[in-house]
């Protein structure tokens, strides 16, 4: 098709205006204000009912600041295209559809097509998983984002000097100019918090148009700081993190997204605790995670993961819920839980859900006789109103054992002795264990016809 024919075209684009729409945040209501329009107007045009004219084009552009070439392309083709290619799938095989028919559900029914879109790509992400799994060699590497993610960061070695430097100079600007809410009016934000209905569900939402940062007014202090932080950094330390990703390639725009968000939470935290005062208060400190916390006005688990930043103390941080599903993970310090998985249960941090805001120490031996010694404690997002939910997770700092002396909480004068546990059953090979929940790959289970030990499972030798 010609350029000039698809210039001629009506545009309809409702499913990318009503993206737009929820990405700023913004009801029909708002938006229709905002554009001079009815909100029965911008129904229609999200319903793809109306076309969307040149002079609204217009108007959307310069209301809302976005690139009017960007938004203005037209995804009927790519639909058309992306569809005849997916429906080359031999479980299509019976179906029989023209090339009129595919062109006709892009261009009339474009969310039809994109939830098509999205339930194959699913579909296939789900097919490349179960291969890998059956051939042995794990999670796609273009359907593993989380992964992707922590091979970039512990590439880097969790440090980005950039940022540090970036934030730290940062740190003394809004020091020096009375505070972030301050420091942002000078750039033209003005800081605003709102209730809960009034942010629709979001904690942080930038107002592009009225140049407005909303906050959840429910939020605790540290975690409004939190949010705030992570505004300025998203655009004050853009260059920064565009310069750190320039060059690499990643197999799904998930993992790029992933990656972005990991650097913006660098970034913030290394505007909040700035590089070099928060490890000096870190020595002076002896790791003492609450204290450290106060002094810089973050929760605990925001101070914990920022001393595996520092180049002191190298830690393995860990992130888990009572389920047992790993939500964040910096690997460091050669604890092996990184390379395998799966959890021990004889590790306490399982057991901080118990006894929740407690501080729970323990010294650990591996079955290859490395020792290391951990510092968990269970903490709770969420809830800053009644009817809110909230969500408790165990944090894990840990640390080789020769560098816990250094830790305010390792330094009794005898060491209890450690409890020895393994990262996961199936690789463990502690005969004797009573938590047990699987054998071990690679050993034989004796019969318990007529002795049943303690442990669940017999092993015979070899």
């Known amino acids: 098709m010609s350029k ?9 684009l409702g499913p990318r205006i009503k993206r737009l729409r929820r990405e700023l945040g913004l009801t029909q209501q708002a938006m229709a204000q905002d554009l001079a329009i009815s909100p029965s107007y911008v129904a229609l045009i999200e319903r793809n009912q109306r076309p969307l004219t040149a002079d609204l084009l217009l108007r959307l552009a310069r209301t809302y600041k976005l690139d009017m070439s960007e938004l203005a392309a037209d995804e009927r083709d790519d639909y058309a295209q992306r569809l005849t290619l997916m429906l080359k799938d031999q479980i299509f095989a019976e179906i029989d559809l023209t090339s009129l028919e595919i ?17 194959n790509g699913a579909y296939a992400r789900e097919q490349q998983a179960l291969a890998g799994l059956r051939e042995g060699t794990g999670a796609d590497p273009a ?7 922590r091979r ?13 430097a970036r934030g730290a100079a940062l740190a003394d600007e809004i020091a020096r100019g009375a505070g972030p809410v301050e420091w942002l009016r000078k750039q033209g934000i003005r800081v605003r918090f709102l209730p809960g209905d009034v942010m629709m569900g979001a904690l942080r ?9 909303q906050i959840d007014d429910a939020l605790p202090e540290a975690a ?4 705030i932080a992570l505004h300025i950094a998203y655009t004050a330390m853009r260059a920064d993190m565009a310069a750190l990703v320039r060059g690499e390639t990643f197999a799904s725009a998930t993992a790029a997204q992933l990656v972005r968000r990991t650097l913006a939470g660098y970034g913030a935290a290394s505007i909040l605790m700035p590089l070099g005062d928060f490890a000096r208060a870190a020595e002076a ?6 204290t450290l916390a106060g002094m810089f006005g973050v929760d605990f688990e925001r101070a914990a993961h920022r001393l595996t930043t520092l180049q002191g103390v190298p830690f393995f941080f860990l992130r888990v819920d009572a389920a047992g599903n790993v939500s964040k993970r910096v690997d460091g310090a050669g604890f092996p839980f990184a390379a395998h998985g799966g959890g021990c249960p004889l590790w306490n941090v399982h057991r901080t859900f118990a006894a929740p805001h407690a501080v729970h120490t323990q010294w650990l031996e591996l079955p290859d006789g490395q020792r290391f010694f951990s510092v968990a404690r269970a903490v709770t997002h969420g809830g800053s109103a009644y009817d809110r939910p909230t969500v408790t997770r165990a944090i894990a700092l840990v640390c080789a054992a020769e560098h816990a002396p250094r830790l305010v909480y390792a330094q009794a004068d005898t060491p209890p002795a450690p409890t020895p546990i393994g990262m996961t059953c199936r690789l463990c090979h502690r005969a004797q264990c009573t938590a047990r929940a699987e054998p071990p790959l690679g050993r034989e289970i004796l019969p318990d016809d007529y002795r049943r030990a303690a442990a669940p499972f017999a092993f015979a030798d070899g």
């Open 4 to 12: 000039r024919e698809q210039m001629s075209r009506p545009l309809f």
């Open 103 to 119: 062109a006709d559900i892009a261009t009339s029914f474009p969310g039809v097509a994109e939830a098509m879109l999205r339930l």
């Open 143 to 149: 359907t593993d984002a989380v992964g992707e993610t």
């Open 152 to 164: 970039f960061i512990a590439r880097a070695g969790n440090h980005f000097p950039a940022l540090d």
């Open 205 to 213: 939402r930038y107002d592009r148009h009225g140049e407005q940062l």
């Open 224 to 227: 409004r700081q939190w949010q």
């Open 285 to 290: 400190r002896a790791y003492d995670i609450d």
